[in-house]
Structures are given as structure tokens and as C-alpha cells.
């Protein structure tokens, strides 16, 4: 086992009961929705979605994306948000988040009820009986689940899935009690495992289709090409086509044997995904009508324009996503703190957030979102483009105007983060506005980049975060050695304790406290600089319905309908048992942000 890899076991064995805090807590964390978006309710044992009466609804609905694939269309490897969302459309897990609910709100899936030992360290779950998989074979049980982790345990590829998640060291052993029974055994105590397993983690594959290898793309061989292929989910991929080597276009259809079809999904029967090579040319299609929605990414004076146009409706949903900057410390100079806090303090974060994003993003200060308990504002002790702090910090290490920092910045240029072009460049004018940096930037497209970051070779780059679980403890292990993936070389053991501590104290006073000296010493020293905090859009024509932007940041492909008819979309109401008892349509704060305490 490397260090890295104790590290990681050695935080996630300290997380021993925010189970009890998260799961079962009347409070959840919410973000203030702009508007009332459909959303789907439960009903006993399955997920049933709102219903139109008798309307028929289109047979194909033309998604418009600038995102790509990070690699494999496979659980094990996927991390990417599009990779996620394709992966989610294809399968099913064992157990689900409620669509619009509060991402601790779980509803059975593949698994119809499930049980937890009093220690923690024992999951049984029930399965459901009689599913099929999407070509019409018989059938899902226990013995398919004990493959797919094992499968995934076995695989673990250092930044695929299992590993990020922490799976791979949670995980002891599975083991089938019965045809439709299997039980997971963790080596530790770890809050949030149900809600992993809603994650693209948990979504088994087939085992025809699914060998104990890596499963690559074939041209003209859809069903070898992805373990998802002929799956469990609402849809089955019939279609994906490359360009150049790059992702072009997938086909979804739908899966006639889908274990939830009788409640009627999916509600199209085709989807086709198109990946369009930026987003002025997603915008000009989507008011072009050549699609019928427009998801990630657009550029904010594209959505400004949409919200005024009447054949278009927007979407948006304020939610846990932020952008962040990584410095690689393996790089010199970069391992010198003092040249980490001196570009702090240069970073203009309302350069991007009022001129790039046109204030449709909000300033970041913490690793920790706004509105999440024990958020603290810790960077703001460098200000924004305090370029006399910048200067004087650097001039004592030898820079100054003829000799300047060299920095080389890199940025993912494909489409996977918003407007990252933009935020590039305003970027390095914020930083070279202090006159003793020089920003030379470096673009790549998304698999490139992760490449790159694999390799520790991005001296400095942007990257992003999407809530695996809501809790601060899947944020701040991002600052420290525990965050495998990055490759950052940013080891502190004190940092490590700390978030150990936090992680298993159920007080809630106690965690914020501990999450202050967290955030603190983070601040101090400076792993990564936090930039802002965003929200979700999707845009669409008129009469489409069911776009779902919760807190998950999950596109339930299964949920889009657009009626035939020119009657009115019927959009179900938020109601109390929809959302936390103690937040309902009708007393919505006007804060930007709902607060989650434990």
C-alpha cells in the first residue's frame, strides 16, 4: 500500500458516525431554486414521475452539450460529470436519490429495502426480483452484485471511480446470503455508503459484457464497447459515434425491460446526445432549433440573451459546484508557500464572477460551499488583487518587474468546466495586473487534461468540484494528500488529523469548530485557492419538460418529455412531501443559499 494510499484509508476509516448525523437528520442542505422546477415524486417501493392525463409526447428529444467522456463508459473508471450522467441513463443501483429531493433522501432501486448493523460495518440488502437486463435475458440478482464490486475492486484504477470515492479501502468483502440477498462488509464505519452507492459507483454492469479488463471503445461494436450497453437503466446506448477520435454523438433508446417502465419511464423513447466543439456553436444551435436542449456549457451572455427570448425557456438551479486552483508542488517554485499566498493574493475572483460569468456565479473564499454548516471564509484574509501583498512577497524572493514569476497555467479547453477560455485569460490579467507575474496558459481538452494532471505535470491548473455527499468532509479532504486523484504532492499530517476529527464528532458546534481550524490552515497553506461557486442552467424549447437541476447535478435523461400536443405542460408544485418538512414552495427564504446544520 503506497503512503498515498494510507493516507486516504487512514481519513476514511475516521469517518465513524455522520450517518446518523446526515442520514438522519431532519435538516437538509438546500440551495434556493430560481423558479419551480419538475420534479418527481415516491410512491411505496418505486419512483413515479408526474403525468400529462393522456398527452403524448415526443418520440425523440436532441440534447446539445460541449461536454466529453474522461475516459471509459464504465462505473469503475467514470468521474467526469458527463461520463457519470451517460453511465446513470444506461444503469441502475441499488439504492437512488429522489429527483429534486435532497441528495440524503434515498429510495430503493435495484435494492427494495436495506438494513445496517448496529456497529456500522454490515449493509444487507434486499434485491429487487424479476428485472432483466435491456436485451431481454434473465436475470439481475446477488450474484451480479458481487461481481460488479468485485470486478471494480480488482480493476481500481488509480483515478477511476473506486479509488476516488474511497471505495476500494472502505470495502472489505461482499458476500450473497441468498439468490436476491448480498451484504456488504466495510472494513471501517463510513456516513455516507448509501449515498455512494447511488453514485455512478454503484451501478452495476453486466457480466457478459463486463470482463475483468478494461472495456474500450469499437468502432461499429456498441455492445463491446461499453459494459453499459445492454444494461438495467431506462435506456440502452445504440449509438456512439467518434470524429476524429473524438466524441461526436450518442443514441439512447429506450429499454423496453426497464425494472421501473410501468411507472413511465423513460418518458422518450430516444434521446440523441450531440457534443458540439464550443459553446458559441451549442448557443447558435439551440436558437437555430436544431436541438432540443442546450446542457453544459454555455456562455453567460448566451443565457442573459435566452432568458429574454420567448421561444426559449432557461433553466437554473444555484447549487455545490465550485472552481478551484491546484498548484503542482512537485513544481518548482511552487512548493515555496510564500509564492502560493503572494498569488492568492492576486486573484481578482469578482473579475470572473460579475465580468465572465456576468454575476450569474458568486465569490468562493472556502474549499467548503456557501451555505453548507462550517463554511468559513478563510481566503478572504488576502483580499482580492491586493497586488501590494503580492509584491512585497515577491520582491523578498528575488521577483520583481524585470524579473518576474513565471507561472504556466493550464485549463481544460473542451468544454467540461464553463467558460474556462474566459476565466483563463481573466485570470492572468488578474494576475500579471501586479507586475512581477507572468501567466503563460496552456489549454487541453478534458481527457488530455486529466492525462496531464495524472502525470503532476500542470504547474498550476483549474479544476472543479461536484458533491459526491453533502457534507463538508467531501470537500476538505481536497486540500490534502487524501485527494489521490490530483496528484498535487500536498501532504500535511495536521491537516489530515484535524479532518479525521471532524469527521467523526457528532457535535455539531464541535465539527464547525474543527472545520474552522481546517479551513484555517488551508488558508495558510495555500494547496489550492478557491474561486467561485456556481449554479446549473439548461435551456430548451418551450413546451420541454421534466429538466430536473437538483442538488446531485444528475441530468435524468429518463425524466425529458416535450408533449405533442400544444397543450400546457402540467409542472407538479414542490410540497412538503417532497422536500424537508421544514422547507416548502410557500416559504422559500429570499437568501441565496438554504443552510444544512446536522
Not at 108 to 117: G, K, M, R, Y
Not at 314 to 320: A, F, K, L, N, Y
Not at 386 to 394: A, E, G, H, I, S
Not at 559 to 582: G, M, N, W
Request: hydrophobic share 40%; charged share 15%.
Amino acid at each position: 500500500m503506497t503512503n498515498v494510499q494510507k493516507s486516504r484509508k487512514y481519513l476514511y476509516a475516521a469517518i465513524l458516525i455522520i450517518l446518523i448525523v446526515v442520514v438522519g437528520s431532519a435538516g437538509y442542505y438546500y440551495f434556493a431554486p430560481r423558479g419551480v422546477a419538475p420534479i418527481a415524486t415516491t410512491t411505496g417501493t418505486s419512483v413515479t414521475g408526474t403525468t400529462t392525463g393522456a398527452m403524448a409526447f415526443k418520440d425523440t428529444l436532441i440534447i446539445g452539450t460541449t461536454d466529453s467522456l474522461g475516459g471509459p463508459l464504465d462505473g469503475v473508471w467514470s468521474l467526469g460529470f458527463f461520463d457519470s450522467n451517460v453511465v446513470e441513463s444506461l444503469g441502475a443501483p441499488l439504492v437512488d436519490i429522489a429527483p429534486g429531493s435532497s441528495p440524503t433522501q434515498l429510495v430503493p432501486s435495484l435494492a427494495t429495502d436495506w438494513s445496517v448493523s448496529a456497529d456500522g460495518l454490515t449493509y444487507t440488502f434486499n434485491l429487487r426480483q424479476g428485472v432483466k437486463w435491456a436485451d431481454g435475458t434473465c436475470c439481475f440478482n446477488a450474484t451480479v452484485v458481487k461481481y460488479h464490486f468485485d470486478r471494480g475492486m480488482q480493476l481500481n484504477p488509480p483515478d477511476g471511480a473506486f479509488s476516488y470515492t474511497g471505495v476500494h479501502d472502505l470495502l472489505n468483502y461482499t458476500k450473497v446470503t441468498g439468490p436476491y440477498q448480498i451484504v456488504f462488509h466495510l472494513n471501517h464505519r463510513f456516513a455516507p455508503f448509501l449515498g455512494l452507492l447511488a453514485g455512478s459507483v454503484g451501478y452495476v454492469v453486466t457480466p457478459k459484457y463486463a470482463p475483468m479488463a478494461q472495456v474500450n471503445y469499437t468502432a461499429g461494436d456498441i455492445l463491446h464497447s461499453t459494459p453499459m450497453a445492454d444494461n438495467l437503466g431506462p435506456y440502452r446506448l445504440t449509438e456512439w459515434t467518434k470524429v476524429g477520435g473524438k466524441d461526436y454523438s450518442f443514441g439512447l433508446d429506450a429499454n423496453p425491460y426497464y425494472w421501473n417502465a410501468s411507472g413511465g419511464y423513460p418518458k422518450t423513447p430516444h434521446i440523441k446526445i450531440i457534443i458540439y466543439s464550443d459553446a458559441t456553436a451549442l448557443a447558435v444551435a439551440m436558437k437555430a432549433g436544431d436541438i432540443d436542449v442546450a446542457y453544459r456549457q454555455l456562455l453567460p451572455t448566451d443565457i442573459t440573451n435566452m432568458e429574454s427570448d420567448p421561444t426559449l425557456k432557461v433553466w437554473q438551479r444555484e447549487g455545490p459546484f465550485i472552481q478551484y486552483l491546484i498548484f503542482q508542488q512537485a513544481i518548482k517554485p511552487f512548493d515555496d508557500v510564500h509564492v502560493r499566498r503572494a498569488i492568492a493574493a492576486a486573484i481578482d475572483r469578482h473579475l470572473l464572477t460579475d465580468t465572465v460569468f456576468l454575476k450569474q456565479t458568486f465569490p468562493l473564499y472556502s474549499m467548503i460551499p456557501e451555505g453548507m454548516f462550517a463554511h468559513n471564509d478563510a481566503f478572504k484574509m488576502y483580499g482580492d488583487a491586493n497586488y501590494t501583498y503580492t509584491r512585497q512577497v515577491l520582491n523578498a524572493l528575488g521577483y520583481d518587474e524585470n524579473k518576474k514569476l513565471v507561472v504556466d497555467f493550464w485549463y481544460e479547453s473542451s468544454g467540461h468546466y464553463p467558460s474556462s477560455s474566459d476565466q483563463a485569460v481573466a485570470i492572468k490579467s488578474a494576475l500579471e495586473a501586479s507586475g512581477v507575474i507572468q501567466v503563460n496558459l496552456h489549454g487541453a481538452d478534458w481527457p488530455t487534461f486529466r492525462a496531464n494532471m495524472r502525470a503532476s505535470s500542470q504547474a498550476l491548473f483549474q479544476f472543479g468540484q461536484y458533491p459526491d455527499y453533502m457534507d463538508p468532509d467531501n470537500y476538505v479532504f481536497l486540500m490534502s494528500k487524501g485527494a489521490t486523484n490530483l496528484n498535487d504532492h500536498y501532504d500535511n499530517p495536521e491537516l489530515d488529523a484535524l479532518i479525521a476529527t471532524a469527521a467523526q464528532t457528532a457535535d455539531p458546534q464541535q465539527r464547525t469548530q474543527l472545520y474552522d481550524q481546517i479551513q484555517q490552515i488551508s488558508a495558510m497553506d495555500v494547496p489550492v485557492i478557491p474561486l467561485w461557486q456556481g449554479s446549473a442552467f439548461a435551456v430548451s424549447k418551450p413546451n420541454v419538460g421534466g429538466i430536473v437541476l437538483d442538488l446531485t447535478q444528475v441530468f435524468r435523461y429518463s425524466l425529458l418529455y416535450e408533449p405533442i400536443s400544444t397543450q400546457s405542460i402540467i409542472e407538479p408544485i414542490l410540497t412538503a412531501d417532497t422536500l424537508s418538512p421544514a422547507v416548502t414552495a410557500s416559504n422559500v427564504p429570499s437568501s441565496r443559499f438554504f443552510t444544512f446544520m446536522p
